[in-house]
């Protein structure tokens, strides 16, 4: 198995400015991600972390406003840019974990509210 | 994007009754899971299929799979206060690898 960890793993923000949330992995990693889940809705995809070079991000999701770091195989970084109130959500990262066949790992999340 | 739907969006049972919820997705599949969340926490991972499998169990967790249908369920046996949570199946599939694509979720109280 596998621990994820985020942080911070709540914040209150104002509206405009930026946040980056931090995910650690201690264990040898393959695949990253970053999820999405808005306040009583589902989790919804935003990138692949890719290792060394620029995420993948999935419809709907843009660099800009969600760049995303990944400069070793167990740490990511989401930040969320110029944030607005539509924001407010959790911030879930995941990983494929090398040995842990089909089983994806989940962070604990980060509660964002902006306000 | 969203994958698939999941029915009843809400359920509430008794103490030892069982649960089923549902799960339909919209394309071809590598493999579907089931996963829990509690209170808006983190995920944990209950139990996988894979798309050349129909039916699995895991303690109380039983979980089939209709390709045909491009459904899934899953039924929790002898519920118990402890299992009141949010459940979400998630797909992979050919082109997104790895990457999960969740349903909506079923959100299941269990009272004692």
């Known amino acids: 198995s596998a621990v994820i960890s985020q942080k911070p793993s709540r914040d209150i923000c104002q509206r405009g400015t930026s946040l980056t949330i931090q995910c650690q992995v201690d264990?040898?990693?393959?695949?990253m991600f970053w999820y999405r889940q808005q306040p009583g809705q589902s989790l919804t995809l935003i990138a692949t972390a890719n290792q060394g070079s620029e995420a993948t991000y999935e419809s709907g999701f843009v660099i800009d406003k969600f760049p995303i770091s990944r400069p070793n195989l167990t740490f990511s970084t989401l930040t969320v840019s110029n944030m607005s109130p539509e924001d407010s959500s959790i911030y879930l990262c995941?990983?494929?974990?090398?040995?842990?066949?089909?089983?994806?790992?989940f962070g604990p999340g980060t509660r964002l509210t902006v306000l | 994007s969203q994958q698939g739907e999941e029915d009843p969006q809400a359920l509430s049972i008794q103490e030892g009754e069982n649960a089923t919820m549902n799960c339909s997705y919209k394309t071809s599949i590598n493999n579907l899971q089931w996963y829990r969340q509690n209170s808006g926490r983190g995920l944990v991972h209950l139990i996988l299929i894979r798309s050349n499998e129909r039916e699995k169990h895991s303690g109380r967790l039983r979980v089939t799979l209709d390709t045909s249908k491009k459904s899934s369920s899953l039924l929790i046996t002898a519920s118990r206060a402890a299992d009141t949570a949010s459940y979400f199946c998630?797909?992979?599939?050919?082109?997104?690898?790895?990457?999960?694509?969740f349903g909506k979720g079923t959100t299941l109280s269990v009272s004692s």
């Open positions: 264990s040898q990693v393959t695949m």
């Open positions: 998630a797909t992979t599939t050919h082109q997104a690898g790895t990457a999960l694509i």
């Open positions: 995941s990983a494929d974990v090398k040995g842990a066949v089909d089983t994806q790992y």
